[in-house]
C-alpha cells in the first residue's frame, strides 16, 4: 500500500481514494471508499489507451460482460464509467497477499489439502467466469488472492482489452503476447484460437506452482524464447505434485485442448468440506491480522510538496495511519507473509521489462509470437454490426408463430366444411397446439443454451415450415394432429431463441432498451396483425392456400438467419445435457398445463384433474431442486435468485392472465356485434397496435435506462387496467369510436410501456450461456398466464351460456366477455403490487 502522489485525484466516480494499490500495463489501481464506508479496487486505464477508440470499445464490452460474472471465489465488477475521460472500473477489494506472494515470500509451498481445496475454488471461479461468455486469458498466482476463506480471483475478461494494442490502432508492438508466460497455454504461446480449455491449463500450472514453489516448466533464466517452446512442446514435470492430485493436474496440462477437464469436472473431483479450514491456522491467523489493517487503512496526511488525496473527516475521523508490521515485529512461529498485494493489472508480456526474460522472442519451431485470435466464446457484450438486421429476422420469426395461432382460428369454420369437422374434432387440435408448445419450452431454451439461439431459430423455423405445408395439405384430421403438434413445438423453438438473440445481440443500455422495445411491440401486436393479415388472406384465397402462405415466410426468415445473424451466439461449451432436469420440468409445465385444461370439462374436484395439477406442481418443484445441486443445470438457480429478475416473472404470469381475453372480445365485438369482417376487424384494431409500438418504443424504451424499471411497469400494468375498464363497458348497440378505440388505446399503450422493462429486466444480468433457459422461464410465465386466463374465461362463459335461451346468445357471450375483462382488470394488480415489492432497481443498468 503506497500513499497518493501529487498527481493522482482525490476521487474517481463516487470513491474518494485513500491509497495507491499497484502500476500494471494497462493503468494504475487505487484502492478506494464509497460514501458508505465500502471499500473497493479502483482500476484507471492509461491516459494513452484512453485516447485509443479500439482500446475504449473493448473495455466497454469486457466490463460489461465482467459485471455479468457471478459465484463465490470472484473478485465482483461492482461499478465502472467506460465512457469517461479516464475510463476506470470498481472491483470488490480482497483483503488478502496474492499467492505468488504466498508461496515465493511468505510460507511456502502449500500443503496438500489446502491445493485440493486451491483446485475446487479456482475451478468454481473459472466456471463462473466461463458462462458469462469470458475467458480469463491470464490466470496465474498474482491474480489468485488469498484470503482466510478461500481464493479469490481477479483480473477475468479485461486481457481481452488489450488485444486491440496489438495492432496499428494504437502503434505495433511486434511480438506482443497477452498473459505472463510461465503460466500460458501451449494454444496461446502459439497464437492459436482460445476456448475455455486454456483457462484450465493455466489452472493446472497454478496447482503445479502452489504444491511444489517453481514454475512448471522451469525457471526463466533461459530466456523468454526458451520458456515459451518448452510450454509449447514439453511434457509437464509434475514431480511434488501431492499424489492425489497428480491425475487431475496431469488431465488439465494435457497439450490437447479437447482432452482437458472442464471447470465443472474438476469442481466435482475436488469437492470438498467448505466449514474445513483451508490454509494453516498460523497463516489464517496472520491473513486474519492483515485483513483488519488493510480494511481499517487511512492514508498518511500530506506531507510538504505532496498532495495525498484528502480525508473526509464526516466519513473517516482523524487516526494515525495503519502500518503493516515488518517482518521483525511478526510473530516467530506466524510465517513471514509480505505486504498486501500490488493488484497490477494484467500486463502484456513485452508491455514492460521482465527480469531475466531478455527482448521478445524471435521466431521458434511451431511457435508463432502473434496476438491471440479472438476466443471460440462468444463475446456477449460485442455489438455485432447487423445486430439490427438480425432484430428484424427475430421479428419476422417471432410473427410467425403469432400469425399461426391467430390463422388457425380464422380458418376453422373453412375446416370444418371441407373436413367434415365437429366441436369434439376442434378441441384436440387446441389441446394439443398448446401442450406442445408449454411442454416444449424448458427443453427449447436448454438446446438454445447448448447449441446457440441462432441454430435453434433456424431449425425452428425450418420445423415451422414443414408444419404450415402439412397443415394446409392435411385431407384428414388425423393429420392435421400432427401438423398441430408440430407447430407447437417447433414454434416454441423459434419464441425462446428470438428471446435470446435479442438478450444477446444488444448491450449498451440505450440500444437494448430499443431492442426490447421493437421485440416487445412484435409480441403484443401479433394477433392484432394476425387478423389483419389472415383475414385478408381468407377474403383472396381458401383456408389451404391461408396455411400455405406461412411456408415462404418461414424461407425468408430462414435465409435472413443464415446471412445477418452472428455466427456464434451463445453455446455452453463442455456442458451436459440436464436429461432429468428436462423431465421433471417439463413433465411437471405439461402436467400442469393439461390439468388446468381439463377442469372445465371434468370438473375442478375430478381426480385426473387434481392429479395433473399436484403432480404437475410437484414435478415442477423437485425440478427446481434438482437444479440447485447439478453440475450442468438447465436453469441455473442464480437466475431465480434475483429477485428483480423473479418479480418480473410472476408480473408476467398475473400480465398473460389480465390481457388475454382482450382480443377475443374484441374481435368478437367487431364481427359478431359490429358485423365487421376479418380484414376489417383486424384493421380496426390498428389503433392498439399503433399504441403499443408507441409506449413500448418511444416511452418505455427511452425511459428504461435511466428510470426505475418499477415505476414503468406498474404505471403500464394500471393504464392497461383502466383500458380494460372501459372495454368492460361495451353495448350490443355501441360504436367502435365510442365504445373501443379509448380502451382499446390505453390497453395498447399501457401494455406497452410495461412488457419492455419486463422482457429487459427477466434477461438482464444473465449470462449469454443461460439466456435460452431464462426466456423460456420468461416465456412459460406468459405462456402459464395465458391458460389460466383461458380456463377464467372459458369457465365464465359456458356457466353464462347455460342459462341462456339459443336467441339470447349473442347479448350473453358478450355479458360473459365483459365480466371477464372485470376478473382480468383486477388481476393486473397484484401483479402492480408484486412488481413494486419485489423490482428494486434504480434502472435497467443494475440489473446484472
Known amino acids: 500500500m503506497d500513499d497518493l502522489l501529487a498527481e493522482d485525484p482525490a476521487s474517481i466516480g463516487p470513491y474518494r481514494l485513500i491509497g495507491r494499490l499497484g502500476e500494471g500495463g494497462m493503468g494504475l489501481v487505487y484502492l478506494g471508499r464509497s460514501e458508505g464506508g465500502r471499500t473497493v479496487a479502483v482500476k484507471v486505464v492509461q491516459a494513452e489507451y484512453a485516447g485509443n477508440p479500439e482500446f475504449r470499445r473493448r473495455f466497454a464490452r469486457e466490463v460489461a460482460a465482467a459485471r455479468r460474472v457471478g459465484g463465490s471465489w470472484t473478485a465482483a465488477v461492482l461499478d465502472a464509467d467506460t465512457e469517461a475521460a479516464v475510463p476506470w472500473v470498481a472491483t470488490q477489494y480482497v483483503p488478502g497477499p496474492d499467492l505468488h506472494s504466498v508461496v515465493a ?5 502449500l500443503p496438500e489439502h489446502s491445493v485440493h481445496t486451491l483446485a475446487n475454488r479456482l475451478a468454481l471461479a473459472l466456471q463462473a467466469v466461463h458462462e458469462a461468455g469470458l475467458i480469463h486469458r491470464d490466470l496465474k498466482p498474482s491474480n489468485v488472492l488469498v484470503t482466510v476463506d478461500g481464493p479469490r480471483v481477479i483480473d477475468f475478461g479485461i486481457a481481452r482489452a488489450m488485444d486491440s494494442l496489438a495492432g496499428d490502432s494504437l502503434h505495433t508492438r511486434t511480438g506482443m503476447l497477452i498473459g505472463s508466460p510461465g503460466f500460458m497455454s501451449p494454444e496461446q504461446v502459439r497464437g492459436l484460437e482460445l476456448t475455455p480449455a ?20 522451469g525457471a526463466r533464466d533461459t530466456g523468454l524464447s526458451a520458456h515459451l517452446f518448452r ?22 496440462l494435457h497439450k490437447d485442448p479437447a482432452k482437458r477437464p472442464t471447470p465443472e469436472e474438476v469442481a466435482a473431483r475436488t469437492a470438498t468440506d467448505q466449514a474445513a479450514e483451508w490454509l494453516p491456522g498460523a497463516v489464517l491467523a496472520q491473513l486474519g491480522r492483515h485483513a483488519g489493517r488493510l480494511l481499517d487503512y487511512a492514508p498518511a496526511a500530506a506531507a510538504s510538496g505532496s498532495a495525498a488525496a484528502p480525508v473526509d473527516p464526516r466519513i473517516h475521523p482523524a487516526e494515525p495511519p495503519a502500518q503493516l508490521p515488518s517482518q521483525a515485529q511478526q510473530s516467530p512461529q506466524a510465517p513471514l507473509l509480505p505486504p498486501p498485494p500490488g493488484y497490477a493489472p494484467t500486463v502484456p508480456a513485452h508491455a514492460s521489462p521482465l527480469q531475466g526474460f531478455g527482448p521478445p522472442p524471435g521466431p521458434l519451431p511451431g511457435v508463432r509470437s502473434v496476438p491471440p485470435s479472438p476466443p471460440v466464446l462468444p463475446d456477449p457484450a460485442a455489438p455485432h454490426p447487423r445486430r439490427w438486421w438480425g432484430l428484424a429476422v427475430v ?3 417471432q410473427l410467425l408463430v403469432l400469425l399461426e395461432a391467430t390463422t388457425f382460428n380464422l380458418v376453422v369454420p373453412g375446416l370444418q366444411t371441407d373436413l367434415h369437422l365437429d366441436s369434439d374434432d376442434l378441441s384436440p387440435l387446441y389441446r394439443t397446439h398448446v401442450l406442445a408448445f408449454g411442454g416444449m419450452l424448458l427443453l427449447g431454451g436448454h438446446i438454445a443454451d447448448l447449441l446457440g439461439p441462432k441454430r435453434t431459430l433456424i431449425t425452428g423455423l425450418v420445423g415451422s415450415a414443414a408444419a404450415y405445408g402439412l397443415a394446409g395439405s392435411a385431407g384428414h384430421v388425423d393429420l392435421l394432429l400432427w401438423a398441430r403438434l408440430a407447430q407447437g413445438l417447433f414454434g416454441a423453438l423459434l419464441t425462446v431463441s428470438a428471446l435470446a438473440l435479442v438478450a444477446n445481440s444488444f448491450t449498451d443500455p440505450k440500444e437494448r432498451s ?3 422495445g421493437i421485440y416487445a411491440s412484435t409480441v403484443g401486436s401479433g394477433t392484432a396483425l394476425g387478423l389483419l393479415t389472415g383475414g385478408w388472406l381468407l377474403e383472396a384465397l381458401d383456408w389451404r392456400w391461408s396455411l400455405y402462405a406461412g411456408v415462404p415466410l418461414a424461407v425468408v426468415a430462414v435465409i435472413g438467419a443464415v446471412t445477418l445473424l452472428p455466427a456464434r451466439t451463445g453455446g455452453r461449451t463442455g456442458a451436459r445435457f440436464d436429461v432429468l432436469g428436462v423431465l421433471l420440468g417439463t413433465g411437471g409445465l405439461t402436467a400442469l398445463v393439461y390439468g388446468l385444461h381439463e377442469g372445465q370439462p371434468r370438473g375442478w374436484t375430478d381426480f385426473l384433474t387434481l392429479a395433473l395439477i399436484i403432480g404437475g406442481v410437484l414435478l415442477f418443484a423437485a425440478f427446481l431442486w434438482w437444479q440447485t445441486i447439478t453440475s450442468s443445470p438447465l436453469l441455473p438457480p442464480y437466475v431465480l435468485r434475483d429477485r428483480n429478475r423473479l418479480g418480473s416473472f410472476l408480473a408476467m404470469v398475473l400480465a398473460g392472465m389480465g390481457t388475454l381475453a ?7 365485438y367487431l364481427e359478431r356485434v359490429l358485423g365487421y369482417p376479418p380484414f376489417r376487424a383486424g384493421t380496426a384494431l390498428l389503433p392498439l397496435v399503433l399504441a403499443l409500438v408507441i409506449g413500448a418504443t418511444q416511452v418505455s424504451a427511452r425511459l428504461l435506462h435511466r428510470t426505475a424499471p418499477r415505476i414503468l411497469i406498474t404505471a403500464g400494468l394500471a393504464v392497461t387496467a383502466l383500458g380494460l375498464v372501459l372495454l368492460a363497458g361495451l353495448e350490443p348497440h355501441g360504436t367502435y369510436l365510442t365504445q373501443v378505440l379509448p380502451g382499446l388505446l390505453l390497453v395498447g399503450f399501457g ?12 434477461t438482464g444480468g444473465v449470462a449469454p450461456q443461460h439466456s435460452g433457459a431464462t426466456s423460456a422461464t420468461l416465456v412459460s410465465a406468459d405462456h402459464m398466464g395465458a391458460v389460466i386466463g383461458t380456463v377464467v374465461l372459458g369457465s365464465i362463459v359456458s356457466a353464462q351460456l347455460r342459462e341462456a335461451l339459443p336467441t339470447d346468445f349473442g347479448v350473453v357471450l358478450l355479458d360473459a366477455y365483459t365480466h371477464t375483462l372485470w376478473w382480468a382488470a383486477g388481476a393486473l394488480l397484484p401483479a402492480g403490487l408484486i412488481v413494486g415489492l419485489t423490482v428494486t432497481a434504480k434502472s435497467s443498468a443494475e440489473v446484472r
Open 198 to 217: 486454456s483457462d484450465v491449463f493455466c489452472l493446472g500450472a497454478v496447482l503445479v506452482y502452489a504444491a511444489t514453489g517453481r514454475l512448471l516448466f
Open 514 to 516: 430499443r431492442a426490447f
Open 662 to 668: 382482450v382480443l377475443p372480445l374484441l374481435s368478437h
Open 751 to 762: 401494455t406497452g410501456v410495461a412488457s419492455t422493462p419486463i422482457y429487459a429486466i427477466a
Open 231 to 252: 510450454i509449447a512442446e514439453d511434457e509437464a514435470d509434475l514431480t511434488g505434485v501431492p499424489e492425489s492430485l497428480v491425475e487431475l493436474v496431469g488431465a488439465c
Open 105 to 109: 515470500e511468505g510460507f511456502g509451498p
Open 395 to 397: 421479428v419476422l420469426a
